[in-house]
């Protein structure tokens, strides 16, 4: 009948079983009666959806679509087909499937051969249990994100089972503590239970059993939370990483409160590459720090440490350095000798200089100044010719940039929001635009002479509000005021581009 096929899809009518229209004899009136069809096979039809109306088989108890081109499992599957027991979707290009179909009364379900049959996401939804058919039907999971849900237990996400997890996302959650059955994850390699509410009793408890059993971890991110201090038994994580020949690469323990670090619990600690302090209550770094000659990333922003020691410059591997927002006014010359030093940040160290050796640094590109008590900068500044992106905002003091800058040929991005400089003239190399300078963020009143020196191949931001903290000012969604050019953008609250997260 037309009809039907055409309300179906032909396709599905095709295929669909039982077909009844002439319920009560062949000469009575036809009808399709979709209701009466229990088994569709639409295997390697070349399918690309699931139309809305196959929700008209109210007693469909059988759906196979294996071998099609099926990106999405839509919600209806789950919520609208109660008698669905058997759904056969395997090698199609699912990416993503729908939470109420893992949680519906289906009895079995294939996913095999597609995207999400390793890698699943469920972030967002408001969950406090796993899907009912999750651990049951991807036993193969790789890559699971329970992220912003509302679990309080690891227990209540179901994914103990999940023996094949590399890549496991807890994070924005309700959860206390990690417990020892995660230890069954041997291959866990990644471990974010950031933004909970894990404390230090909650990790003693579980900790050393965690670590023992996950031989393959290579990051774990416990930032956020309320740890007040690191227990004693995350020693163990480097015993735990030379078993498994992986060791333990990034630890990310910022915004946790962190007010002391015990030695012991760093002692065997020895290629760390990432480390983040960031926004704790740390009076110093560690010493055991020092001795890790792998780390390419520390951060200690946002802590109390007055002072910098010289054991710094046995970090001859470090590529960032965030000293930000510590009572730190003098800044210790061994840095000098970071050779690799890539970016830098000394925002709000209530520095009144800048030290002169910063123009030793040969591979800097991103250096942060911001919000000291600056009123000039060193001529040696200009040395630094890799620099890209130079932040000089909220420095009402500073009124001038040093003519040295003509020789930083690869700036692209001058940031004197905020502050006094109002002449930029320094920039121009032989009296021309610098090649590469594609941004400049400025106060208004600089607006037209800097069009005038640098024409319209560079873009303009003005910020009508200033920012706080490392927050910068958005200027993605603004739009140019009435009577500027299109390259001028007057910023909006909101954040931006920082040193952090990247």
């Known amino acids: 009948m037309p009809e039907c096929s055409d309300t179906l899809g032909s396709e599905w009518w095709k295929e669909a079983f039982p077909k009844i229209v002439f319920e009560k004899g062949y000469f009575s009136a036809t009808k399709c009666h979709f209701g009466a069809i229990t088994e569709i096979d639409v295997s390697k039809k070349g399918i690309t959806e699931v139309p809305h109306s196959v929700t ?29 027991k058997t759904l056969e979707a395997s090698d199609n290009r699912i990416d993503h499937v729908h939470h109420s179909i893992l949680d519906s009364n289906i009895e079995k379900l294939s996913l095999k051969g597609n995207p999400v049959y390793s890698r699943l996401s469920l972030a967002g939804l408001n969950l406090t249990k796993a899907p009912r058919l999750m651990r049951r039907d991807l036993p193969q999971l790789t890559h699971l994100n329970l992220s912003h849900n509302r679990f309080s237990s690891i227990e209540a996400m179901d994914t103990l ?91 990310n323990w910022a915004f946790s409160r962190i007010r002391v670090v015990r030695e012991d619990i760093l002692e065997q600690l020895s290629c760390v590459t990432t480390v983040d302090f960031y926004g704790n209550q740390l009076t110093s770094i560690p010493n055991k720090i020092w001795d890790w000659s792998c780390i390419t990333h520390l951060d200690i922003g946002f802590n109390h440490i007055p002072s910098i020691p010289d054991d710094i410059m046995r970090l001859q591997n470090l590529k960032l350095l965030n000293l930000g927002w510590n009572p730190m006014p003098i800044i210790n010359p061994k840095l ?58 909220r420095m009402p003091g500073l009124r001038t940039i040093p003519s040295s800058f003509s020789q930083l040929k690869n700036i692209t991005f001058l940031d004197v929001s905020d502050s006094g400089v109002s002449d930029l003239r320094p920039l121009l190399q032989d009296g021309k635009r610098p090649s590469q300078l594609t941004r400049l963020s400025m106060r208004r009143e600089v607006l037209e002479s800097a069009i005038a020196l640098f024409g319209n191949k560079t873009t303009y931001y003005i910020k009508e509000k200033p920012c706080r903290g490392y927050v910068r000012c958005n200027c993605n969604s603004a739009t140019a005021e009435t009577g500027h050019p299109s390259y001028v953008h007057y910023c909006r609250s909101g954040i931006g581009a920082s040193l952090r997260g990247v």
């Not at 109210?58 to 789950?78: A, K, S, Y």
């Not at 590399?166 to 974010?192: A, G, M, W």
């Open 161 to 251: 089972g999940l023996l094949q997890l590399q890549v496991l996302d807890i994070s924005h959650n309700r959860v206390t503590e990690l417990p020892e059955s995660l230890s069954r994850l041997r291959l866990l390699q990644r471990l974010n239970a950031s933004h909970n509410r894990l404390t230090s009793r909650g990790l003693l408890s579980s900790a050393l059993p965690l670590l023992e059993g996950v031989v393959s971890l290579k990051m774990i991110d416990i930032s956020h939370n309320l740890l007040t201090q690191l227990t004693p038994v995350l020693n163990r994580f480097p015993e735990v990483s030379r078993v498994g020949g992986n060791p333990l690469q990034s630890i």
């Open 56 to 84: 008209l088989m109210t007693n469909l108890r059988t759906l196979r679509m294996q071998g099609n081109r099926v990106t999405l499992l839509p919600e209806f599957l789950g919520n609208r087909m109660p008698k669905l």
């Open 336 to 393: 000098a000798e970071l050779k690799n030093l890539e970016r830098l940040a000394m925002m709000n160290l209530t520095m009144t200089e800048v030290p002169k050796w910063i123009g030793m640094l040969p591979k800097v590109f991103e250096l942060y100044l911001d919000e000291n008590y600056l009123t000039s900068l060193p001529k040696e500044l200009g040395n630094v010719t890799t620099l890209k992106e130079l932040y000089l905002t």
